[in-house]
């Protein structure tokens, strides 16, 4: 089965029994059918960000990661750059953050993305709840279309200097 | 004065646990315990479902090892059904569960376990992660991550999910194998292999190191649980239970799921939520036994593949009968892994694995009904009863860490002794108790992984619960 090289990887992270949280799976959701006709496009949504997955960062062309933010204001959207990062001071078996794996995919695959970016939305709620809060939920029209920019942003080629 | 030492949480582990030791008058350990502090309520909340939703609501019980869960819960609906699953629906299961095992295994060996074994129990407590292994040894992180992917992928693509996947149903799976995923799996194997042998190698070569760690870690005579063929091949997902005893000798024999509450019992300890299985004929704790790689190894003759035969041969020469040591959980757990590629791989290799047909059906047969398979931690068995709507009234699940409980609690006590004298501790004391407990794996999630940082906080305070010393690990 041969499949196309991923120019964009989007990977978003949250549980979606889990109110705000799930806003990542949904915006991945909303991306995978948004993108469908692009195979060079490929959308994952996961509970937690794994050190499996640098693999399939390392032969991306980009990332665009997705999660909430329980740090942000309410219903923020933010979209920022991500460089590799250090290993977490504290122990981080089952879930990386963003730079770590992009730290990760550098030491086992010795390959990065040229370009990665983070969007984040401000979570009001995480409680036990499927569906999202007011704020948030009126916070998903600006992801979508930042979500777009941002996916746009990564598919154009870096200008050779 | 007498003093108490807490672990809490133990770290590293699949869920939430803490650990206390107890000190004389002399600072010389007198007791220890291994407390699981989370409450399950599976049993509970499953009354008054549908018998058929008891696979997904059960799976549900875990991240890691969900599969194993499916298809205990997918047999005992089976058994409520009176059906016999098709050929191709077994071996097919019989791959998602060996698939489950090799990256569950994964986990605990490389993410969980090999940062004490490459960088060293003593070594700095924030390098002993998946970075630290990453820098130490790349090749081996690199396999580690690998297999992982490889157990990973396997599900997913059977299932359509990595964590949580629906495939498995009473009667069967909801659909064939298509020849397209048959081959990208069979893609995989020959880097599997590699990754396996290059652990294998390195691990055989780390555990010399580790001779002390072998006599004090849960090293005693026990019972040993675990599914065997009628061949005395290891088996994960049908077969029959055997349990044998410290000389290898056999106990019982023949012990299918529905014979399972007859044979074993689950005690109570106050100072833990989970239960302590153990063979009703010597009662508890006499008949507390262990289960998981170390007792299906211990129990198996052969395992029924080439390399991993190979493998058992040089396994069994680490004792005269069974290996007592539970720091011989990491290789079993190896061996596993390589049985589950080579088993996969034959598996795939026969045309019957393609074959449409593979679900039975049938409605409510009987009222109660029992299921049991392997999870990569041990014997899992799930008992229900239904009414003739098909509702379930009572349910019952014992776990591989419920039955390796009393094992877990042997050897931090173990441990303990030999390595705390005058009420003296230090991290690296400290990791070696809870490097016991990680030795068997336990699975202490009722649901997901916990999220979030795990700091440890081991304290320990004189008999008027003031505190003497502290160790801090953020």
Known sequence: MTQSPIRCLILACGNTLREDDGVGPWLAAWAEERFRDNPAIRSIALQQWTPELSEDIAAAGSVLFIDCAIDAAPGSVRLTSVEPGDAPAALATHHLGPAQLLSLSQELYGSIPRASLLLTIGAASINLREGFSDIVSAALPEARTLLEQAVARLLTPTPKP | ?474
Request: negative net charge; glycine residues 8%.
């Open chain 2, 1 to 474: 004065m007498s003093q108490t030492i807490t672990i809490d949480p133990v770290t590293r582990l699949e869920g939430h646990g803490k650990i206390t030791i107890q000190l004389n008058d002399q600072g010389e350990v007198e007791n220890a315990n291994f407390h699981v502090t989370q409450v399950r309520g599976f049993e509970r909340f499953a009354q008054g479902r549908p018998y058929y939703e008891m696979p997904s609501l059960m799976a549900r019980i875990c991240g890691i090892c969900p599969v194993s869960h499916l298809i205990a819960s997918a047999k005992a609906c089976e058994s409520i059904m009176s059906v016999k699953i098709p050929h191709t629906a077994a071996q097919l299961r019989r791959m998602l569960n060996l698939a489950q095992t090799v990256q569950s295994h994964a986990l605990s060996f490389f993410y969980l376990s090999s940062p004490d074994l490459l960088l060293g129990m003593e070594s700095d407590p924030t390098a002993r992660h998946i970075f630290g292994v990453v820098a130490a040894k790349p090749e081996l992180g690199r396999a580690g991550v690998a297999l992982r992917r490889f157990g990973q992928h396997i599900i997913e693509l059977l299932g359509n999910k990595r964590i949580h996947p629906g495939w498995v149903v009473p009667g069967g799976v909801t659909e064939p194998l298509a020849s397209a995923k048959r081959d990208e799996i069979l893609a995989m194997i020959p880097e599997a292999y590699a990754n396996i042998k290059l652990a294998l190698t390195a691990y055989k070569h780390i555990a010399e190191s580790f001779q002390p760690e072998i006599e004090v870690f849960a090293n005693f005579p026990s019972l040993y649980l675990g599914l065997i063929n009628e061949d005395e091949s290891v088996e994960f997902t049908d077969g029959a239970l055997r349990l044998i005893d410290a000389k290898g000798e056999i106990v019982e024999d023949g012990i299918t799921a529905t014979r399972f509450n007859e044979v074993i019992g689950e005690a109570v300890e106050p100072y833990s939520y989970t239960k302590f299985a153990y063979y009703k004929p010597l009662g508890y704790p006499a008949g507390s036994y262990r289960v998981g790689p170390l007792a299906r190894l211990n129990i198996a003759k052969t395992m029924g593949t080439p390399l991993a035969d190979w493998e058992l041969g040089q396994f069994k020469q680490l004792a005269i009968g069974p290996v007592q040591s539970s720091f011989h959980y990491h290789h079993a757990r190896l061996i596993d892994i390589l049985y589950g590629i080579e088993k996969i791989e034959e598996i795939l290799s026969d045309p019957r694995i393609l074959d449409t047909h593979v679900r039975a059906t049938a409605g409510v047969n009987r009222l109660e009904g029992s299921g049991q398979a392997e999870a990569p931690r041990g014997t899992l068995n799930h008992h229900y009863k239904v009414d003739e709507n098909g509702l379930i009234t009572w349910a019952n699940l014992v776990i591989a860490t419920g039955q390796n409980n009393n094992a877990m609690n042997i050897g931090v006590l173990q441990a303990a002794k030999h390595y705390i004298k005058k009420g003296k501790f230090t991290e690296g004391i400290l990791n070696r108790v809870e490097a016991v407990v990680r030795t068997f794996d336990p699975c202490l999630s009722c649901s997901t992984h916990a999220l979030g940082q795990m700091p440890l906080v081991l304290t320990l305070l004189n008999a008027d619960g003031e505190q003497v010393d502290q160790v801090v690990r953020n």
